[in-house]
């Protein structure tokens, strides 16, 4: 009688072993499915950002901000930013939430030492202001400690988040991906005009 070759034998192997592997499987509490949770909200964590300047700040301020509105809606992030995606219009309470959120924000940035000086942000603004020359070389020639003593750098993005149009920034979002985005640019642009405004009460 002649052995069977031995490759005969590997598909009883194989199912042998993909048995034993389901086996560990539902023995570990493989057999239920149940999908991941979104992270909570109200859970700080760190935020980070690859950029520096005004554009890294914002970054920062967005995140957490928009954390910090889904926490006082009660839901999670990603429901906040798909809730905003797929909606024409927006409720008084996501308005509201949007803008508190941000300016918890910013209370916590001071609070972990992470807001630059305002003196740091000046030649950024200026860059992109719309200026004559004679103004803008004075505003460049303001001593770091004088603008530091007259601008806070928390004081300036209160206002700059007060003064935004939060309605009109999320009127024009192009999909559920934008959300973030959207409002940096708008807090990011609205940091740089109110430190031109600022500044030039200075000279």
């Given at each position: 009688?002649?052995?069977?070759?031995r490759w005969a034998a590997l598909p009883v192997g194989a199912l042998l072993l993909v048995t034993g592997v389901l086996g560990v499987q539902l023995t570990n509490g493989g057999g239920t499915?149940?999908?991941?949770?979104?992270?909570?909200?109200?859970?700080?964590?760190?935020?980070?950002?690859?950029?520096?300047?005004?554009?890294?700040l914002t970054e920062?301020?967005?995140?957490?901000?928009?954390?910090?509105?889904?926490c006082r809606l009660d839901v999670s992030r990603e429901a906040l930013t798909l809730q905003i995606a797929q909606?024409?219009?927006?409720?008084?309470?996501e308005i509201d939430a949007l803008r508190q959120g941000l300016r918890s924000a910013v209370r916590q940035l001071k609070a972990d030492g992470t807001l630059p000086p305002a003196s740091e942000l000046v030649d950024?603004?200026?860059?992109?202001?719309?200026?004559?020359?004679?103004?803008?070389?004075?505003?460049?020639?303001?001593?770091?400690?004088?603008?530091?003593?007259?601008?806070?750098?928390?004081?300036?993005?209160d206002r700059a988040i007060a003064d935004l149009d939060l309605r009109t920034v999320l009127a024009n979002l192009d999909d559920q991906g934008s959300l973030e985005q959207q409002i940096e640019a708008a807090v990011t642009q609205a940091v740089k005009d109110s430190l031109e405004a600022r500044l030039r009460s200075l000279v």
């Open positions: 009688m002649s052995t069977p070759p499915y149940e999908p991941l949770r979104p992270a909570d909200a109200c859970v700080e964590r760190p935020v980070t950002s690859r950029a520096d300047g005004i554009e890294g920062r301020l967005v995140l957490l901000g928009v954390n910090n509105a889904a909606s024409d219009t927006r409720t008084d309470a950024e603004a200026l860059d992109t202001a719309d200026l004559n020359g004679l103004l803008e070389r004075a505003l460049r020639a303001i001593p770091d400690s004088a603008v530091n003593k007259a601008l806070k750098t928390d004081d300036v993005l």
